[in-house]
Every structure is written in C-alpha cells, then in structure tokens.
C-alpha cells in the first residue's frame, strides 16, 4: 500500500508544480486557436482598403493611355520611314491634335495599310492630344522633308515626346 499512496502522492505533487508554474508565466498548456478575432478582422480590411485606394490613385487610366498612345504614334513615324525606303517612294505622316496617319499622298486620301492590314490611321484617346499638328514626308532614301529636329509632343496625364533627326529620319 505504501507504493500506491507514494505514487498518488508523487502525482499530486506533480500537479500541483504545474499549477504553480503557470501561475507564474513558465510554460503554461496552451488552447489551439480558432481564427482571427473580429477586431482583427477589422483592422486587416482596413489596412487592405487603405493600400488599395493608395494603389489605384497611382494608375490612371489616362497615364496608360498617353503612354500607349505615344508609343503607337512613335512606331507609325518609324514604319512610315521603313516603308518609303521599301518601296521607294514619298510617305507623308500627318498629325493633328486628336489623330496621326502615314499616307501616299500629302491629303491622306491613301493611308498605309499596317502589317495587320488595316489602313495606319491612329485617333488619340480621349484627353490625349498631339503637338504640333503637321505634316511632314519621307523620301525614298528615308529622309524626311523638314530641315530641323521635329519634336512631337503626346501630352495627357503627363507628357511623352520623341524627336525625328532631320537628316537621317531616325525617331528616337
């Protein structure tokens, strides 16, 4: 009988030691977690929200519009180049405050068609606009028919200009 009342005792003991522990901040038998409490919740949307409003007001529509539109027109300039140098003849481009063509004839009544085959006419978004509005040409060598640097302007939200090298026609 001794045995199994030392035993009990022991146990006690044991018990008791670890209440004591606890108590005291040493490990403590932990409960599992169930999920996130609601002010959690709370303040995790409301951190998302924040950053999300944050986010979208650095993407404007209109930045990626300017930006895209500037590079269509950039890319027609140069193709206009490339084809008067193929086929050896006079491209006009033509610019105006909401649109670009590269043209056979000075009045763009004959558009270019492009490599997808459609007629290489670009009309700008809306609050987009190109500056200046002219026409110029290249010749079946690829030189352009204005004697100085042509700037052109792509302007939105912000602004996007390339130049056309006067005696090579290079668009950078």
Wanted: net charge positive.
């Amino acid at each position: 009988m001794r045995s199994a009342r030392a035993g009990d005792e022991l146990r006690k003991g044991t018990a008791r030691r670890a209440r004591s522990l606890s108590r005291f901040g040493a490990a403590a038998p932990r409960r599992a977690s169930r999920g996130f409490t609601l002010a959690e919740l709370v303040a995790g949307i409301l951190i998302a929200a924040i950053l999300a409003a944050g986010a979208s007001a650095l993407f404007s529509r209109l930045t990626f519009e300017t930006a895209g539109f500037a590079d269509q027109l950039r890319s027609t300039v140069a193709y206009a180049q490339k084809v008067a140098i193929a086929q050896r003849r006079t491209v006009f481009v033509v610019t105006t405050a909401g649109s670009a063509a590269a043209c056979y004839d000075a009045g763009c009544a004959t558009p270019i068609a492009s490599p997808t085959g459609s007629a290489l006419v670009l009309t700008a978004p809306s609050g987009v606009t190109v500056s200046p509005a002219t026409s110029f040409s290249f010749n079946g060598l690829g030189q352009p028919s204005f004697g100085a640097a042509l700037t052109l302007s792509v302007t939105g939200d912000g602004a996007r200009s390339f130049t056309v090298e006067p005696d090579t026609g290079y668009v950078r």
